[in-house]
């Protein structure tokens, strides 16, 4: 299947949200199915380098409660410097079935912006070295293409190192 033109795509709420804002996106769509979810899928499908494919990553801690991170799809999140930059103790993933009920969104579909709540958001410092970064778009199959300082300021977000 080709990939859909842009006329023929459905807004997502991050779509809506960023167009509202005056923030300026690209997006792009991907072939995707259930057995290739892997950010390393979406990369092969899409015209950035791996490192610039972000997954959103979704969160518990002791004291700060339900966090995001953003991390390049080639890295894993770090959970002691991820505790460490929230000020928490200790973090853990939440599991998949709780993602939809705390973000309105599903695996692979996980986007930092237009979640159901504003929950504190960490993006890897590594989103500062490029003009452009890709995070899902709201739904899976497609990818936001935005200026790293573009979505930082608009999830009000925070640059640190939080991956290994």
Avoid at 62 to 85: N, R, S, Y
Wanted: charged share 30%.
């Amino acid at each position: 299947m080709a990939k859909k033109k842009d006329a023929d795509i459905n807004k997502t709420n991050a779509m809506r949200l960023l167009e509202q804002a005056g923030i300026a996106f690209r997006i792009e769509t991907y072939e995707f199915d259930e057995e290739h979810l892997s950010g390393e899928h979406v990369a092969s499908q899409v015209s950035l380098p791996a490192d610039q494919i972000f997954k959103t990553l979704v969160v518990r801690g002791d004291k700060q409660g339900i966090m995001v991170f953003c991390v390049p799809v080639t890295m894993e999140l770090d959970l002691k410097k991820a505790a460490k930059a929230a000020g928490d103790k200790k973090i853990e993933m939440t599991h998949v079935k709780e993602l939809l009920g705390l973000t309105g969104y599903i695996r692979g579909g996980c986007s930092p912006i237009g979640m159901k709540k504003k929950y504190p958001t960490w993006i890897d410092e590594t989103a500062m070295l490029y003009d452009e970064i890709a995070v899902s778009g709201g739904v899976r199959g497609m990818q936001i293409i935005i200026h790293p300082e573009e979505l930082k300021d608009f999830t009000e977000a925070v640059y640190a190192d939080v991956t290994q």
